[in-house]
């Protein structure tokens, strides 16, 4: 049974960086297709950052190329997503998302969701 749990969601002050966890069980983080989503109200779900380890290649979407690294620790059965200068429009819903390891994270669609975290970016 895969289960997900998430967390680091909390309000923060533009310019402030932010680390997301999403702690796994039943699935192995080192062969899989990881990802974060987000969703901000009003718009659709949004594919923020994903990577294979199938291919070894990552994605970020252009507006967080840069500022957010989504990276993952097998042995702890964790991934993240480190966020740095953050940003008002980065105040969204965030999700974790795992998936089988298939090439190009991008393209993929993700079969296991965290519950979600609320990230908030504001002065």
């Known amino acids: 049974q895969v289960q997900f749990v998430e967390s680091g969601g909390v309000l923060v002050q533009p310019g402030d960086s932010l680390r997301l966890s999403c702690a796994t069980s039943g699935f192995a983080l080192d062969d899989s297709a990881i990802a974060w989503f987000r969703q901000a109200p009003g718009n659709e779900r949004e594919r923020v950052s994903c990577?294979?380890?199938?291919?070894?290649?990552?994605y970020s979407t252009d507006s967080t190329v840069g500022r957010f690294t989504i990276f993952s620790d097998a042995a702890r059965s964790e991934f993240y997503l480190q966020m740095n200068s953050l940003k008002p429009d980065d105040t969204a819903v965030y999700y974790c998302?795992?998936?089988?390891?298939?090439?190009?994270?991008?393209?993929?669609?993700?079969?296991?969701w965290g519950q979600g975290t609320q990230v908030t970016v504001a002065s």
């Open positions: 998302a795992i998936t089988a390891p298939r090439v190009m994270c991008w393209t993929l669609s993700y079969d296991y």
């Open positions: 990577f294979s380890s199938r291919d070894g290649r990552s």
